[in-house]
């Protein structure tokens, strides 16, 4: 159906690889691109596949990208390298015609600041183009606003009250690591908390609210509130959401060993002088801390993401919790990679194969909410990501 460009050769990019390939009947043609050409025939030699294409490129370079896109003339873009690439990468589709899907909202690398401004403001020029962009295609975002869309589709005339809850329950025995890119990790769970209430923004302290949240098949977590990028969207979207928020698990282990990162300064991410060089303390830190796709082998036990909802149908209150667990061993034998890669490239690959397809093609900038949830998760339960629901139970919040 047609040809996939993957940019980005990490844990997530990895997956995201793996998965294409194993759907040759919409993924065509395939390339994977990065900064460091060797990782993308790693990855290759991985799948067996000699017919998949590599090349090296610098994603914050749009003349390179186009080139590159010029060359190949992809359908699609997957781009599962950094968030700061985010927009380069869009530049570079609409200088060639090619359509655009990532994971993550674009960051500037000064500020670990969250918001889509930077990307909504490419809808009208997408649209123009005649071009579709797919922004937060991984889990969360990504399935968190697909099962948000399907529990509105289904199950209720408002949604009223929206938690989305991410349980890491796995343990790789590290002392310290993080699941996907360190820099990103940290940026994202350093911030101040924000939750959505009655059409305001609250703010809190960083992993100020915290509360012992029950997962299934793994039992009560302490669950920290954060802000999360697709609350934004969300609000926006499901306008009578009274309420929304953000939980992720952490261990008190994982959050000592940040703090002692945050208060010696590892978590800076201004240059600072050293030696006659400029460094930034949290990307020293990336060099020196385990790489998250290195993980994937003793990975034992599993995440649980989902949705608790909250909301009316036909005038009477009921609740509906849509979730999924996915097992770090089960994604380390199908991928070599551990479950966080994971469950963010099983749905990247999911909206790719929906922009080929057809069923997701719009021109114009979208967050994944905003498509028809219906075929997405006839695949999540065909690709490896099956989800379960709970109608009217006690959602604990
Ligand atoms: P990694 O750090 O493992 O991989 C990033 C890849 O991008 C690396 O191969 C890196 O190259 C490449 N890269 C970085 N900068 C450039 C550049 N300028 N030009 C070309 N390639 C570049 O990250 P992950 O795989 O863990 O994460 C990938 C993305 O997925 C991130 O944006 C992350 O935020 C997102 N994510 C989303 C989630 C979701 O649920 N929505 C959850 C987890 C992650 P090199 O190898 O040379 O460093």
Redesign the pocket.
């Known amino acids: 159906m047609g040809k996939v460009l993957i940019?980005?050769?990490?844990?997530?990019?990895?997956v995201v690889a793996h998965k294409v390939a194993q759907n040759p009947d919409v993924f065509t043609e395939i390339m994977i691109?990065?900064?460091?050409k060797s990782?993308c025939d790693a990855v290759v030699k991985a799948i067996g596949n000699p017919n998949i294409r590599t090349a090296q490129?610098?994603?914050?370079?749009v003349d390179e990208l186009a080139a590159l896109f010029n060359d190949f003339k992809p359908g699609i873009v997957i781009?599962?390298?950094?968030?700061?690439?985010d927009l380069t990468i869009m530049e570079a589709c609409l200088k060639t015609g090619v359509n655009y899907l990532?994971?993550?909202n674009y960051e500037p690398k000064d500020v670990a600041h969250f918001e889509y401004s930077w990307q909504w403001a490419y809808k009208q020029r997408f649209e123009e183009a005649g071009l579709t962009a797919i922004l937060?295609?991984?889990?969360?975002?990504?399935?968190s606003g697909v099962y948000t869309a399907y529990a509105a589709k289904h199950h209720f005339d408002e949604i009223q009250y929206l938690d989305i809850v991410d349980c890491n329950a796995g343990n790789h025995h590290k002392a310290f690591a993080t699941?996907?890119?360190p820099?990103?990790?940290i940026r994202e769970i350093t911030q101040n908390g924000r939750y959505y209430e009655n059409g305001q923004w609250v703010t809190t302290q960083p992993l100020e609210i915290h509360k012992d949240l029950t997962y299934p098949n793994i039992g009560p977590r302490d669950s920290y509130l954060l802000y999360h990028e697709e609350l934004e969207s969300l609000v926006k979207n499901f306008p009578t959401i009274k309420r929304a928020r953000f939980w992720m698990t952490f261990g008190q282990e994982y959050l000592t060993h940040l703090r002692v990162i945050q208060d010696i300064g590892m978590a800076r991410i201004d240059p600072i002088d050293y030696q006659g060089m400029k460094i930034v303390p949290l990307q020293f830190l990336k060099a020196v801390l385990p790489?998250?796709?290195d993980l994937g082998e003793n990975y034992e036990g599993e995440t649980s993401i989902g949705c608790r909802i909250r909301g009316l149908k036909d005038g009477k209150e009921h609740t509906y919790y849509i979730y999924n667990n996915c097992s770090h061993q089960a994604a380390y034998k199908e991928t070599g990679m551990q479950g966080?890669?994971y469950?963010?490239g099983v749905?990247a690959m999911i909206g790719a194969m929906m922009f080929l397809k057809g069923l997701w093609k719009r021109p114009g900038v979208w967050n994944v909410e905003e498509f028809d949830p219906d075929p997405f998760m006839e695949q999540l339960n065909k690709q490896g990501l099956p989800w379960h629901e709970v109608f009217d139970g006690d959602l604990e919040l």
């Not at 940019?7 to 990895?14: E, K, P």
């Not at 490129?57 to 370079?61: F, S």
């Open positions: 940019i980005g050769a990490g844990g997530v990019g990895t691109a990065s900064r460091t990782k490129v610098d994603a914050d370079n781009n599962v390298a950094l968030p700061y690439q990532d994971t993550a937060g295609c991984g889990f969360d975002p990504g399935v699941n996907f890119n820099e990103i990790n790489n998250p796709q966080v890669s469950t963010t749905p």
